[in-house]
């Protein structure tokens, strides 16, 4: 698989039918285009296995609700969706995207509720996150922009809408010749880098931010299962930069 994302032979599953790459298409007036109603999983498939599968496909689910609309397939149909775009496009060992949104339809206001829900999953190799700083280590920006207040906006939602302050930190981090942006939350604590958690080690037990602001991601809590099923003491507390 080669070139640009929009320009790639392989087959994206698109409301229970596996289009042609380059025809998986939307609207320019689809709603999430928009105002952002869409929300998303990142996944990784290894051996032909999807890591959290179900739980990634349930936190999908749940995150359409916060955000006030309904996916309209279970979760079996959503994991038979996820097996089938692997299968189609020969992978084992592949990133897994599932994403769903609001479409075009007869609104085209803020408020959507008549407009139909999509869904749609693609698959493609890609390597690690941070490239060679995984081993060499990440070097951080601090981002201008933070996590915000619960009340404001639904932080345990993985919604694309969340993503806009990760991306322009990330773009400023990048400019400064840093891997990422280590974000702070309203308060001023630290809450999380624009596309990974964060975990500190000090005297042999490890400290990572409270998720009381940012979303509580499965990578995370598996961290922490792991590390405790290994006895390390793993504190979960808020975290001042200092």
Known sequence: MSGGYDDRDGKIWVDGTLVDWRSAQVHILTHAMHYASSVFEGERAYGGKIFKSREHSER??????????????????????????????????????????????????????????HLAVAVWS???????????????????WRRPDPATAPSQAKAAGLYMIATMSKH??????????????????????????????????????LADAFLNGLTRQTVMEMLREKGITVHERHIMPD
């Open 60 to 117: 999908l689910i749940q995150s359409g609700r916060l955000i006030d609309f309904e996916i309209p397939y279970t979760v079996d149909q959503i994991e038979k969706a996820k097996e089938d775009t692997l299968a189609a496009n020969g992978l084992s060992d592949a990133y897994v995207r599932a994403l769903a949104w609001r479409g075009a339809g007869e609104d085209m206001g803020v408020a959507s509720a008549r407009n139909p829900v």
């Open 126 to 144: 890609w390597g690690n996150y941070y490239g060679d700083a995984k081993m060499k280590g990440a070097k951080l920006d601090i981002a201008k």
């Open 172 to 209: 400023a981090a990048e400019a400064k010749g840093c891997s990422d942006a280590m974000m702070f939350d309203y308060r001023g604590y630290v809450a999380e880098a624009t596309g990974a958690n964060i975990f500190f080690v000090k005297d042999g037990e490890v400290h990572t931010p």
